[in-house]
């Protein structure tokens, strides 16, 4: 009787999977795939859990303890449980965030305090860019996922502003980040401000005039006159004659 | 309407015992001390993303202590019955062994629709007074309003709800023909693993390139549900999915639920009581 | 108080078993074990039907196949005409189980509520049929506490009370007085025979046979599954008009000289040893020399 009922409930749930497949096919494309291999190695009760469905609480556990690692400043401990937490639960974009801020700027400053106290320039450049290498490489594995995320985009950016001196790479990037969706009106003015600093004010100044009519006046974080301000600095240092200049439409 | 009046006074009956049951208690203020507790962990987490934490914590609880409390209630309630006779006394009077089984499965039902509600009012108190607190401390973090999605909370609960009832069905359906509590409830935790991990099945042998494997991966694969789909509407932050979604997730619900009812039924009516 | 007398069953047939073969499979290679063998019986209505037999020897088996708890090998068992397994059956029939066990968080009031409610009883009389069932089992007094603080004996009767809630035609007592001290015993056995008074059907299985020959119109002996006499008190233990004389208050003399009377006239050396037929013996009998 058991091969019966386990032979019906097959068939059963045979013609049921129609009626699910879609709902899992939109989740799957939501959600990354839940990979077990990253958890083998953090003990039996991780492993469980997973099994049991509970990726989010436990992706929000190593999270904590990710964050006493960092307390601790512990630098492997920090590096594989950044990776760990992403790995079990890719989904909220805050933890790539956040983890790849303790790679770019946590780590490379505990790796700096350990090292020799006259620790040369170049030698801490080095960590920074190794540092913020390693971020951004993290990150990258965040794109299947987060490839519409303005905020994993804005920390990409800003890593390749603050850490690399990458002014080429961070204006890409915040442009990325003001193309998506929600994207912050000040990844359009940090893009224009990064074009500036790569040595292309006049692509920065083209960005700022295609940029400033669609600015709505009543929102402070649009920051329009700002706007018209570097509009005019860029003016001026590029020369523009003032036939040229940029006029606003009256709103 | 005698039937349902039968079935209603088995079910009644069914959560009664259910209530008294100290293990039942227990779980049930694990997971309240869970959310709770949850509240409390904030110092080691930042800013706006701990309603996620809190959430998390609170549906992960909702779905972990649920499970727990489907299974052992499912096998407890079913075996205490055969086990002290008491199923002989009422199936010797004007009580079909359909009525008894739907009995059973309502009464764990309005278990765990108590759990869940209570639970899911829990968390959305939790949250909303975290919300508030940091809404005074971050209003940077709010300038668009509140954050978290309430009804989207609510809407997680009863789909967890859902799938806590198909669990409860499947393990009754083990029940119906197995000799022991014990296997029963082991039989209902392994359904839990394997229904969290369907979707990984599915993906594998949908890839075969050969039809008969598909096939029958296909007819062995669907004989387990796939529980990942019940999460359709945890993710804090997701917005509500499509209704027709939502209806979907449901049809399939009730409908394993169904077919796992009717074959408890089924094997039910052969045991020897 | 006359519980109902309206219960009194028509003259027809209340249990009817033909042909019952059950066979359970045990173990691991699943041996055949026959609990019942061919058992043919018919209880009247109106009258009491008492199932005798060892511990194992069938007695329960046979209640389960007739109320439809278990399905039989071979062979049909009826209640009232109808299938044991037809709840319409089931609504003339009350059960009382082998040392019941109730839901323990109950009162006996709820209880026995919650069984009425399961007949189909309706609130207007459940109220009146609960309390009436109640008193008349003795129960009233502690109808409000907990069935967990039930001694075995109110267990019993509380069984009993839940079995004729419905107020049955038929009741089924499986060893009613198994594990009921000698005092709840005769309680026991006070309440079947007040039923019996009221004209009820009842089966009743026991081990106990000085209380079947007290209270029952017809026996069955079952042993291993087999029906091996059945008929009424009168046809086994033997004739009403036979007188019985008590001797034990003879001196051994006494004996010897009325033993020499007795053959002195021409009766068997042995009338005196043989002594009378009764249920006890029958039964040793017909147990001991039915083969394996």
């Known amino acids: 009787m058991v091969i019966a009922i386990g032979l019906v409930m097959g068939l059963a749930g045979f013609a049921l999977d129609g009626v699910g497949e879609p709902v899992g096919a939109a989740i799957r494309r939501r959600e990354p795939e839940l990979r077990l291999e990253p958890a083998m190695n953090t003990g039996p009760g991780i492993l469980l859990a997973l099994l049991g469905g509970f990726r989010g609480p436990v992706a929000d556990a190593l999270w904590l303890r990710l964050y006493s690692s960092w307390e601790r400043q512990d630098i492997a401990g920090t590096r594989a449980l950044v990776r760990l937490v992403t790995s079990v639960d890719p989904r909220p974009a805050y933890f790539w965030i956040n983890g790849a801020r303790m790679l770019a700027y946590d780590v490379a400053a505990w790796r700096m305090a350990g090292g020799s106290a006259s620790l040369r320039e170049d030698a801490r450049r080095q960590i920074r860019h190794e540092q913020a290498g390693e971020a951004l490489a993290y990150l990258d594995a965040a794109r299947p996922i987060h490839d519409d995320s303005a905020a994993v985009w804005m920390e990409r950016a800003n890593i390749a502003l603050n850490q690399l001196r990458d002014f080429e790479a961070a204006a890409h990037h915040y442009r990325r980040a003001w193309e998506a969706p929600g994207g912050p009106y000040h990844a359009a003015r940090l893009h224009a401000r990064a074009l500036r600093l790569a040595g292309r004010p006049r692509e920065a100044l083209a960005w700022l005039v295609q940029l400033h009519p669609g600015l709505p006046c009543d929102d402070d974080a649009a920051a329009a006159a700002a706007v018209l301000d570097r509009i005019r600095e860029l003016e001026s240092e590029l020369g523009v004659p003032a036939a040229e200049a940029y006029r606003p439409q009256e709103q | ?273 | 108080m006359a519980l109902n007398p309206s219960a009194r069953a028509p003259d027809r047939c209340a249990v009817e078993m033909r042909g019952i073969v059950k066979d359970f499979f045990v173990g691991l290679r699943g041996s055949r074990v026959r609990a019942l063998d061919h058992l043919d019986l018919r209880v009247a209505a109106g009258q009491i039907f008492g199932l005798l037999g060892p511990n194992g020897s069938g007695k329960s088996t046979a209640i389960r196949v007739l109320l439809g708890l278990i399905q039989p090998t071979r062979g049909e068992a009826r209640l009232f005409g109808l299938p044991g397994t037809d709840i319409h059956a089931r609504r003339a029939v009350g059960y009382l189980p082998e040392s019941p066990r109730f839901h323990e968080y109950l009162s006996g009031r709820e209880l026995v509520r919650f069984h009425g409610r399961l007949c189909g009883l309706q609130r207007a009389s459940l109220h009146a049929r609960v309390e009436a069932v109640l008193a008349w089992v003795g129960l009233g007094e502690a109808a409000d506490r907990r069935v967990e603080a039930y001694s075995r004996g109110m267990l019993q009767r509380l069984g009993l009370a839940q079995a004729l809630v419905h107020d049955p035609m038929l009741l089924v007592l499986d060893e009613p007085t198994a594990g009921v001290d000698p005092a709840g015993a005769a309680d026991m056995m006070a309440l079947i025979r007040r039923l019996k008074a009221e004209g009820r059907t009842i089966l009743l299985t026991s081990h106990l046979l000085g209380q079947v020959e007290e209270i029952c119109d017809r026996v069955g002996i079952l042993d291993r599954g087999r029906l091996l006499l059945e008929g009424s008190l009168q046809e086994l233990v033997g004739d009403a008009d036979h007188r019985w004389l008590n001797l034990g208050s003879l001196s051994a003399v006494e004996l010897d000289e009325l033993h020499s009377w007795l053959v002195a006239r021409g009766h068997p050396a042995a009338t005196l040893s043989a002594g009378p037929a009764r249920l006890d013996r029958i039964y040793l009998n017909r147990v001991a020399g039915n083969p394996p």
């Open chain 2, 1 to 273: 309407m005698a039937v349902l009046q039968r079935i209603g006074i088995l079910a009644h009956n069914t959560l009664r015992a259910a209530a008294r049951q100290r293990l039942f208690h227990l779980i049930i203020l694990l997971a309240f001390a869970l959310v709770l507790g949850a509240r409390w962990f904030r110092e080691f987490n930042f800013g706006a993303p701990e309603l996620k934490f809190l959430a998390d914590c609170g549906l992960g609880a909702m779905g972990f202590f649920g499970a727990a409390l489907a299974i052992t209630a499912t096998g407890q309630l079913f075996f205490h019955e055969l086990e002290t006779r008491t199923a002989q006394t009422i199936l010797a009077k004007p009580v079909r062994r359909s009525e008894f089984i739907l009995g059973k499965l309502l009464g764990v039902g309005g278990l765990l629709l108590g759990f869940c509600v209570a639970l899911a009012l829990l968390l959305i108190a939790v949250l909303w007074s975290r919300e508030s607190e940091l809404m005074q401390q971050l209003p940077e973090a709010f300038e668009n309003g509140r954050q978290v999605n309430y009804a989207g909370v609510l809407l997680a609960g009863a789909l967890q709800w859902l799938k806590l009832i198909v669990l409860a069905s499947l393990t009754l359906l083990v029940a119906s023909f197995a000799q022991s509590q014990l296997f029963s409830v082991l039989a209902g935790f392994a359904i839990l693993a394997i229904g969290h991990l369907q979707h990984l099945a599915h993906d594998a042998y949908r890839r075969s390139a050969s039809a008969a494997v598909r096939l029958l991966g296909g007819a062995v694969v669907s004989a387990f549900p796939r529980f990942d789909i019940f999460g359709v509407a945890d993710g804090l932050d997701a917005g509500l999915p499509a209704g027709s979604d939502i209806a979907r997730v449901v049809a399939y619900g009730l409908g394993y639920a169904g077919i796992a009812c009717a074959l408890a039924i089924f094997s039910f009516g052969r045991r020897e009581i």
